[in-house]
Nanobody
Framework: QGQLVESGGGLVQPGGSLSLSCAASKFGFHYYSLAWFRQAPGKEREGVLCISYIDNTTYTTDSVKGRFTASRDNAKKQMSLQMNSLKPEDTAIYYC?????????????????????WGQGAQVTVSS
């Protein structure tokens, strides 16, 4: 059974930066599209970024465009999320997820039902 483990969360001041990592094991990482989701207290889970495995096409949700970037390293079986210019509203538990689809769906890249493997989550708190 595939596994994903996030690391790197923590507390950061508004305007600061933080990087999350997601380490994969026990599945064919190279052949999975990957995504970051987040869930803030009292809110629905939302998709943040999705990277297609076939061509690395990336979808980014509007609220983080220009501030968050994601990358994948197939050799290390890792995905990262670089978060800059953080805002209090970015406070959430961040999850990485993997989908056996070759592409992030253009109509709905963040449909959670398309992602078979999930990490346990990493807390990110943006506060002064």
């Amino acid at each position: 059974q595939g596994q994903l483990v996030e690391s790197g969360g923590g507390l950061v001041q508004p305007g600061g930066s933080l990087s999350l990592s997601c380490a994969a094991s026990k599945f064919g990482f190279h052949y999975y599209s990957l995504a970051w989701f987040r869930q803030a207290p009292g809110k629905e889970r939302e998709g943040v970024l999705c990277i297609s495995y076939i061509d690395n096409t990336t979808y980014t949700t509007d609220s983080v465009k220009g501030r968050f970037t994601a990358s994948r390293d197939n050799a290390k079986k890792q995905m990262s999320l670089q978060m800059n210019s953080l805002k209090p509203e970015d406070t959430a538990i961040y999850y990485c997820a993997a989908s056996s689809l070759a592409y992030c769906r253009r109509d709905d890249p963040y449909d959670p039902q398309e992602f078979e493997i999930w990490g346990q989550g990493a807390q990110v708190t943006v506060s002064s």
